[in-house]
Nanobody, 127 residues
Framework: QVQLAESGGGLVQAGGSLRLSCAAS????????MGWFRQAPGKEREFVAA????????PYADSVKGRFTISRDNAKNTANLQMNNLKPEDTAVYYC????????????????????WGQGTQVTVSS
């Protein structure tokens, strides 16, 4: 079993920055893919970014490329999402998730491939 806890959300003006963190506990964190997803009111949960176990592969959603950066620290069992130049359309609840198993490259962006989820943290970007 893996437990995930997000932190770092809040209210920020457009153009500002936030850094989200995800702390993992339980099973071996360092061998699994970590992903960030978000869900805006009335919309489906969508992929934001993911990172392979060795940080060698980091896909992003087109909407956040060049603005968001995902990273991880396996020694600390944490994954982070640095969000710069935030826009009102980035407003959502952000969730971290992990796989609990090895992934195919095609699965990194697939919500259903992630077995463990945090409770989410609210990010609100005002215009």
């Amino acid at each position: 079993q893996v437990q995930l806890a997000e932190s770092g959300g809040g209210l920020v003006q457009a153009g500002g920055s936030l850094r989200l963190s995800c702390a993992a506990s339980g099973r071996t964190f360092s061998t699994y893919v970590m992903g960030w997803f978000r869900q805006a009111p009335g919309k489906e949960r969508e992929f934001v970014a993911a990172i392979s176990w060795n940080s060698g592969y980091t896909p992003y959603a087109d909407s956040v490329k060049g603005r968001f950066t995902i990273s991880r620290d396996n020694a600390k069992n944490t994954a982070n999402l640095q969000m710069n130049n935030l826009k009102p359309e980035d407003t959502a609840v952000y969730y971290c998730a992990t796989s609990g198993r090895a992934f195919l490259v095609s699965e990194f962006k697939t919500l259903s491939a992630y077995a463990y989820w945090g409770q989410g943290t609210q990010v609100t970007v005002s215009s």
